[in-house]
């Protein structure tokens, strides 16, 4: 009885999907350890908008952390770094290309609301696991 070797793979095929994308978006397998870390990352960056509770994440969250991210008054940003200070805006809310809390409003933050949670409501929140979606989207995670 004769046999014959194995063909070669097709070298014009792609390499199977052997998991999801990594930080640096390469596709490999993650580990039970990298798994881990990852989740603790996201929850702790879940309770950093929720000031250190379980959730859900609401208008009040996200209008908290919009305040804590506005550039104070004289602090260097990219935006002023490399000897350009750049022009305030109309509004008086940090400089030009900046989104300070004076360019965010009610509305902005209840349609983040809403499109985090799939348009469930503005009451309900955004829980962890939508939040971590969120954050697997904008390839943060």
């Known amino acids: 009885m004769q046999t014959t070797a194995p063909s070669p793979p097709d070298s014009s095929s792609p390499p199977p999907n052997t998991g999801s994308k990594s930080r640096n ?5 993650k580990t039970a350890a990298a798994n881990a870390v990852e989740e603790e990352e996201v929850e702790a960056a879940y309770r ?3 000031g250190g509770g ?22 260097v940003t990219a935006a002023g770094a490399g000897g350009s200070r750049g ?8 400089t030009a290309g900046q989104v300070g809390m004076d360019d965010v ?9 809403m499109e985090a949670n799939g348009n469930a409501g503005v009451a ?8 971590k979606e ?7 995670f």
Request: aromatic fraction near 4%; avoid cysteine; charge should be positive.
């Open 25 to 29: 978006g390469k596709r490999g397998k």
């Open 48 to 50: 950093l908008f929720t």
């Open 54 to 75: 379980n959730g859900p994440i609401t208008v009040h969250h996200l209008r908290r952390v919009a305040k804590l991210l506005q550039p104070r008054s004289g602090e």
């Open 87 to 94: 022009k305030r805006n109309k509004k008086g809310g940090g």
């Open 105 to 113: 409003d009610d509305e902005m933050l209840q349609k983040m609301i």
């Open 124 to 131: 309900r929140g955004v829980g962890l696991e939508e939040f």
């Open 134 to 140: 969120v954050m697997i989207r904008a390839g943060v």
